[in-house]
C-alpha cells in the first residue's frame, strides 16, 4: 500500500464511526457533513455497509487531505455495488482511487463532485459508468481542470445531466472536446456554472 495511506483502524477520529455503522445491515443512506473524522480508517467502515444505496460525504474540515502525501484512499468504496447516488464536498479523489470506483460502482446513477477534485488521470473513468445520468463537476478555484474528460465519453453513454464550471473551458483543446457532448444522445440538460452565475 502506497505510504500516504498507511492509516490504522484504530484511529480515534474514526471511533465513533465504527460504533455507530458496525453491524448495521438495513442502512441505505448516508450523510457525512463536516466531516472531521473522516480519514482512510473511516472509509474502510463505510465500504462495509453493502446496503448502502446512498453516500453524500463531506471532508470539509479535513482540507489538508488534497496534498499528494496526504491524500485519503477512497478505494475502499468500490464495494458499495448497490449505490446508484454518491457525493463527494471538498475531497481530493486521487486516480487511483477513482478508477477503482468507475470500475466497481457498476449502478451507479448520480455522481456530484461538489468543491471536490481528482486529476486528468481519473478523468478518462468516468466513461466506465455506463448507468451514470447525472455528472457535475464543480471544483475548487485552486485547482486546475478542463473538459477534456469529454473525449472519453460515448455514444453508450445515458447521460441526461451534465454540470461543470465555465473555468474549465478556458482553454483551446477543452473548448474542442466540449462538441463530444454531441455523440450522447440521451443529454437533456447542461448546466455551466460561471463565477458569478449559472447558464442553463
Not at 463505510?46 to 446512498?54: C, D, E, P, Q, V
Amino acid at each position: 500500500m502506497d505510504n500516504q495511506w498507511q492509516e490504522t483502524d484504530d484511529i480515534d477520529d474514526c471511533s465513533g464511526l465504527k460504533r455507530i455503522l458496525n453491524g448495521q445491515n438495513k442502512v441505505t443512506e448516508v450523510y457525512i457533513e463536516e466531516g472531521w473524522f473522516v480519514n482512510s480508517a473511516s472509509l474502510k467502515v463505510l465500504g462495509r455497509i453493502s446496503t448502502l444505496t446512498k453516500l453524500e460525504l463531506c471532508c470539509h474540515n479535513r482540507a489538508y487531505h488534497s496534498d499528494p502525501e496526504t491524500c485519503f484512499d477512497f478505494r475502499p468504496l468500490h464495494m458499495l455495488v448497490k449505490l446508484n447516488y454518491l457525493k463527494f464536498e471538498c475531497c481530493y479523489i486521487s486516480d487511483v482511487s477513482l478508477k477503482k470506483l468507475c470500475e466497481n460502482l457498476v449502478n451507479l446513477q448520480v455522481l456530484l463532485f461538489d468543491e471536490s477534485s481528482f486529476e486528468d488521470g481519473g478523468m478518462e473513468s468516468l466513461y466506465m459508468l455506463k448507468n451514470l445520468t447525472k455528472l457535475e463537476i464543480l471544483p475548487p478555484r485552486y485547482h486546475y481542470m478542463t473538459t477534456l474528460f469529454f473525449k472519453y465519453f460515448t455514444p453508450v453513454m445515458v447521460l441526461k445531466e451534465i454540470t461543470f464550471n465555465h473555468s474549465m473551458c478556458n482553454f483551446k483543446e477543452a473548448k474542442i472536446q466540449v462538441g463530444q457532448l454531441n455523440c450522447i444522445s440521451t443529454l437533456m440538460k447542461i448546466t455551466i456554472y460561471s463565477p458569478k452565475e449559472s447558464i442553463h
